[in-house]
T-cell receptor
Framework: SQQGEEDPQALSIQEGENATMNCSYKTSINNLQWYRQNSGRGLVHLILIRSNEREKHSGRLRVTLDTSKKSSSLLITASRAADTASYFC????????????FGKGITLSVRP | EPEVTQTPSHQVTQMGQEVILRCVPISNHLYFYWYRQILGQKVEFLVSFYNNEISEKSEIFDDQFSVERPDGSNFTLKIRSTKLEDSAMYFCASESGSGLLGGELFFGEGSRLTVL
């Protein structure tokens, strides 16, 4: 897989359920970020986790990072219909210039 | 809440024409970026800009592309002679540059470029 590959590619869940999205990458990173994109809109930053961190929380979001496995997961708890969007992980190799490498994204559908 | 604004939201142009995409980053931010997203493909880094010069650019950012910060607020991307494959959504982003290395990028809503 290429840098910043998410899986699954698409996820459909019922409102109230948790959504788990995974991201794998190949090269070393300074940090990994998750972004959200509503259809036809801009990217919205969700959370950033640095290479020396293992877990981070922000509201209903929980992100983990395993640098030994070069993987990250994003958990959205108690999902809402408004969480329906595409979610991207992006890796930053050096922390300088924010030359992010994005994955293809995961399409999350939350059914009311 | 401060935001990054981009104009135009959609531009249609003929192949070979010059296009300028405009961005107003968040006012106290120091780092500026252009990314693009071809329909159905990944978001790709084009260029980063700091202290009035390009700090890094990708292989996509060839001689047809240029960036400028002509005044204290605008940040522009110029494509000199557009090609069909330049059709994409172009996102401007800015970053405060404070704190630790690597930070949150604030993206605009994008400018959709269609080259005919």
């Amino acid at each position: 897989s290429q840098q910043g590959e998410e899986d699954p590619q698409a996820l459909s869940i019922q409102e109230g359920e948790n959504a788990t999205m995974n991201c794998s990458y190949k090269t070393s990173i300074n940090n990994l970020q998750w972004y959200r994109q509503n259809s036809g809109r801009g990217l919205v930053h969700l959370i950033l986790i640095r290479s020396n961190e293992r877990e981070k929380h922000s509201g209903r979001l929980r992100v983990t990072l395993d640098t030994s496995k070069k993987s990250s997961s994003l958990l959205i708890t108690a999902s809402r219909a408004a969480d329906t969007a595409s979610y991207f992980c992006a890796t930053d190799p050096t922390g300088a210039n924010s030359k992010l490498t994005f994955g293809k994204g995961i399409t999350l559908s939350v059914r009311p | 809440e401060p935001e990054v604004t981009q104009t135009p939201s959609h531009q249609v142009t003929q192949m070979g024409q010059e296009v300028i995409l405009r961005c107003v980053p968040i006012s106290n931010h120091l780092y500026f970026y252009w990314y693009r997203q071809i329909l159905g493909q990944k978001v790709e880094f084009l260029v980063s800009f700091y202290n009035n010069e390009i700090s890094e650019k990708s292989e996509i950012f060839d001689d047809q592309f240029s960036v400028e910060r002509p005044d204290g607020s605008n940040f522009t991307l110029k494509i000199r002679s557009t090609k069909l494959e330049d059709s994409a959504m172009y996102f401007c982003a800015s970053e405060s540059g404070s704190g630790l290395l690597g930070g949150e990028l604030f993206f605009g809503e994008g400018s959709r470029l269609t080259v005919l």
